[in-house]
């Protein structure tokens, strides 16, 4: 049950009231609280257009890495937010701990989904949060992992993100023409036919040119290893 309190607290924080905010603060209010669904007063702020307010709480011991109820960070709402919280996003990114590690934990996954941060960019479609992600290195091992639906963060890439957001995701190392890995669904998807059925026919072609391009690399290599083999069994033979 929320206090009233720490009800009034959140709601100031939601009306971008940050004088009203720092004096709760200093008369004691608990920055670390969160409503019912346990969406913290940092969740909150990251919807405040003003950088100001979340700065305020982070000044005040605010922690920036919780997970609501449904495995949603401060940093997902920043994503969902798009432009108006690029600000924010990028603010809280670059935060450390006193041993010089950063805050927001970059390899965790969404506990509900499995999703990396790289899936959920994917999905609300940030091609600028998922730009930044990728920026850290921190998900250059992690783009062939696949949530709880079996899809990496490409297949979703391809059927809710923009063109764009696929492309950083190839140019990042990500497979183009895997498939799902969801025992429970007969179906097993590739990039590109989620892309087709979804409509999204500049996708579907630029993956579609992309895996053929990839298919003729590979005969190609097959061929050449064939002719050595070949000459190679030829030489012997003589």
């Known amino acids: ?28 209010q608990d920055v670390n609280v969160g409503d019912d669904t346990q ?26 890495d919780y997970s609501d109820a449904y495995g949603n960070r401060p940093v997902n709402v920043a994503m969902q937010m798009g432009e108006a919280a690029e600000q924010h996003m990028a603010y809280v990114l670059t935060l450390k701990d006193s041993k010089g590690e950063l805050i927001v934990n970059l390899t965790a996954l969404n506990f509900k989904t499995g999703n990396t941060l790289v899936h959920d960019a994917a999905w609300v479609g940030n091609t600028a949060a998922c730009e930044a992600l990728l920026k ?23 059927f809710r993100a923009p063109k764009v957001l696929v492309t950083a995701l190839v140019e990042a190392g990500a497979e183009t023409n895997v498939a799902e890995k969801n025992g429970r669904r007969l ?43 070949a000459e190679t069994e030829g030489g012997a033979a003589a």
Do not use: W
């Open 1 to 28: 049950m929320l206090h009233d309190a720490d009800a009034a607290f959140l709601e100031l924080i939601v009306a971008g009231d940050l004088p009203g905010v720092e004096r709760m603060i200093s008369q004691g």
């Open 39 to 64: 969406e913290s007063a940092c969740h909150k702020a990251m919807r405040v257009k003003d950088p100001a307010m979340l700065k305020a709480l982070v000044k005040h011991r605010g922690f920036v």
């Open 136 to 158: 850290t290195g921190a998900f250059a091992e992690m783009l062939e992992t696949a949530n709880k639906q079996g899809q990496t963060a490409m297949h979703i890439a391809a």
């Open 187 to 229: 179906s097993k998807e590739t990039p590109e036919m989620m892309a087709t059925a979804m409509g999204r026919e500049d996708t579907a072609q630029y993956l579609r040119d992309l895996n053929t391009a990839m298919n003729a690399v590979k005969f190609a290599g097959r061929m050449k290893m064939g002719a050595r083999k």
